[in-house]
């Protein structure tokens, strides 16, 4: 079904759809001029922010080369203080048996010294036995 081109109604003026774009123009150049000042404002910002993560950036850099001395001085310090030890240890292991066998030498002789008395012990007590049952 044709419909007859009398019935539409008529538009606007093209007058006054310029003057509606006008405005929507207008208003879109507004927003884009509040757009760049927000878009220096953080421009601004940024570059701020980016001097800061540089200088931690630095500090960080700085703080790893003093770790890498520190920790390559302590390495150097316990070689050093762990071959001391060793020294230390091995010269007090070998005075350990010196006295050890000093020890064991004098419980020896003591040792022998008490199997002596009690080989006496049983001398005398199988003479008196020996008496005693007039063995002897």
């Known amino acids: 079904m044709a419909v007859a081109a009398t019935e539409?109604?008529?538009e606007d003026s093209v007058e006054e759809r310029?003057?509606?774009?006008e405005e929507k123009v207008d208003r879109v150049q507004s927003?884009?001029?509040?757009?760049?000042?927000?878009?220096?404002?953080?421009?601004?910002?940024?570059d701020g922010v980016n001097a800061k993560?540089?200088?931690?950036?630095?500090?960080v850099s700085e703080l790893r080369v003093e770790m890498k001395d520190l920790v390559s001085g302590l390495r150097v310090e316990m070689k050093d203080l762990?071959?001391?030890?060793?020294v230390e240890m091995?010269?007090?292991?070998?005075?350990?048996?010196v006295e050890m066998k000093d020890l064991v030498?004098?419980?020896?002789?003591?040792?022998?010294?008490?199997?002596?008395?009690?080989?006496?012990?049983?001398?005398?007590?199988?003479?008196v036995?020996?008496?005693?049952?007039?063995?002897?």
């Not at 760049?36 to 940024?46: E, F, N, S, T």
């Open 31 to 46: 927003d884009v001029a509040d757009l760049k000042i927000d878009v220096r404002r953080l421009d601004a910002k940024i």
């Open 82 to 86: 762990v071959g001391g030890l060793r």
């Open 90 to 97: 091995k010269d007090l292991v070998g005075e350990l048996r």
């Open 18 to 21: 310029i003057v509606r774009l």
């Open 53 to 59: 993560v540089d200088a931690v950036k630095d500090s």
């Open 105 to 127: 030498g004098a419980v020896n002789v003591g040792r022998f010294r008490d199997k002596l008395w009690w080989m006496g012990i049983a001398a005398g007590l199988l003479s």
């Open 129 to 136: 036995m020996a008496h005693g049952f007039k063995w002897i």
């Open 8 to 10: 539409f109604e008529v």
